[in-house]
């Protein structure tokens, strides 16, 4: 084979935090740009999206979670296998700020450690959508060798295959 590029990356990213903070305007408008005309997150919902990073496509898998109680058990089980986490709560509401400590116990049981950039957005006015996304795509990128998978070869039910170009150097 000439050379060796990367494709068909994909990391998975889970919107996590209280419900009614704006998880679901902030992937609207990130994905679609626009806002979402219904309410509340029943279970899970699922947008894609592709950004280039360093010329290479990186397809981002964005799961939204409901923050509502009563999904919590099922939130969370989308947390493991994770790539990266989207912890957002409501500047106007306290209560969903201290709830994030309560979040983060759950992201650090099943997948993450604490170094977490902070960004203030507005999902209304569009402000810093675009920058959290790309800020983590990149710190995903900049660890792709041990952490991303190769779309072509991910198989959901059996250990990843060896033919993966993701660890050619
Ligand atoms: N002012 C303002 N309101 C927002 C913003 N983003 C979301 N909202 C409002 O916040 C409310 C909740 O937004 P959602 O995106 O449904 O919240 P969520 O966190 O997905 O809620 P769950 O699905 O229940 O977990 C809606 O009434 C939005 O209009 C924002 O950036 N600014």
């Not at 400590?101 to 950039?117: R, T, V």
């Not at 660890?143 to 660890?167: A, G, H, M, Y």
Request: glycine fraction near 4%.
């Amino acid at each position: 084979m000439a050379g060796c590029t990367y494709r068909n990356l994909v990391a998975k990213l889970v919107m996590t935090g209280d419900s009614n903070v704006g998880k679901t305007c902030i992937v609207s408008r990130y994905t679609e740009n626009t806002l979402p005309s219904y309410l509340s997150t029943v279970g899970i919902d699922f947008k894609t999206k592709t950004v280039i990073i360093d010329e290479t496509p990186l397809k981002l898998q964005i799961w939204d979670t409901a923050g509502q109680e009563r999904f919590h058990t099922l939130s969370v089980s989308y947390f493991r296998g994770a790539h990266g986490f989207i912890l957002v709560y409501d500047i106007t509401n306290s209560v969903s700020f201290q709830n994030t400590s309560l979040w983060m116990k759950d992201i650090k049981m099943l997948a993450w450690e604490y170094g977490i950039p902070f960004f203030e957005t507005s999902a209304k006015e569009n402000i810093n959508i675009e920058n959290a996304f790309h800020m983590l795509s990149e710190a995903i990128y900049a660890q792709r060798s041990s952490v991303l998978i190769d779309q072509n070869v991910v198989n959901l039910t059996e250990p990843k295959k060896s033919s993966s170009c993701i660890s050619c150097r």
